[in-house]
Structure formats: C-alpha cells, structure tokens
Nanobody, 127 residues
Framework: QVQLVESGGGLAQAGGSLRLSCAASGRTFSHYAMAWFRQAPGKEREFVAGVSRSVGRTSYADSVKGRFTISRDNAKNMVSLQMNSLKTEDTGVYYC????????????????????WGQGTQVTVSS
C-alpha cells in the first residue's frame, strides 16, 4: 500500500503559477503509476495529468496541455505538478493518486481506476 500527502495548493492570480507536491510513503513507490486529478465545485473529479512508473510516459488532459507539467522522483518518493499560465477554470481541489501497475509493461499509464488517493489540496485561481 501507499499513503499520499499533497502540499502546495493555495491562491494564485490568473496567469500565475503554482507547484503541487505529493509525498508517498512505502518502499515500492516505483511500482506505481502516479496521477493528479481535480474536482471543481459541482463537477465530477477529472484526470489532469499522469506519469508512468518508469517515468517514460506522461499524459495530460487537453485543458492543461502546454501549461502543466507532471514529474516524479522515485528516489524521493515524490510526484509534482507544475502549473503555469493558470486560469480561473483551474480552480478546484487537486488530488494525488497512485495505482500499482507492476503487473503491466513499464510505460502503462491508466487514467481511471486509481486505488490510492491523497486528502486533496485546494487551488484557487482569481481573475
């Protein structure tokens, strides 16, 4: 199992930047694909970005492509989300998620079906 703790949320102005971090506990962090999801008020939770356990593959929602960058450091059990050119529609609670993909090929990256979740961190973008 893995426990996830997010940090780095807060308030930013449109056009600004924020960086989210997620610290994972456990010895097998490198077995997990990692992802960020978000949930805006009144909306369903949606996939934002993901990175495979091998770090060889990343995936982004169309709405954040070119603005957000996901990265991971397997030595530090960390995954981060750099968010640039923020828009008001990026407002929401951001969740770090993990899925054990050690049964699959190294670059396998699901966008649904994650089993482990952090508690979430609020991101608010003002105009």
């Amino acid at each position: 199992q893995v426990q996830l703790v997010e940090s780095g949320g807060g308030l930013a102005q449109a056009g600004g930047s924020l960086r989210l971090s997620c610290a994972a506990s456990g010895r097998t962090f490198s077995h997990y694909a990692m992802a960020w999801f978000r949930q805006a008020p009144g909306k369903e939770r949606e996939f934002v970005a993901g990175v495979s356990r091998s770090v060889g593959r990343t995936s982004y929602a169309d709405s954040v492509k070119g603005r957000f960058t996901i990265s991971r450091d397997n030595a530090k059990n960390m995954v981060s989300l750099q968010m640039n050119s923020l828009k008001t529609e990026d407002t929401g609670v951001y969740y770090c998620a993990a899925e054990d993909t050690s049964y699959a090929y190294m670059d396998y990256l699901p966008i649904v079906g994650y089993d482990y979740w952090g508690q979430g961190t609020q991101v608010t973008v003002s105009s």
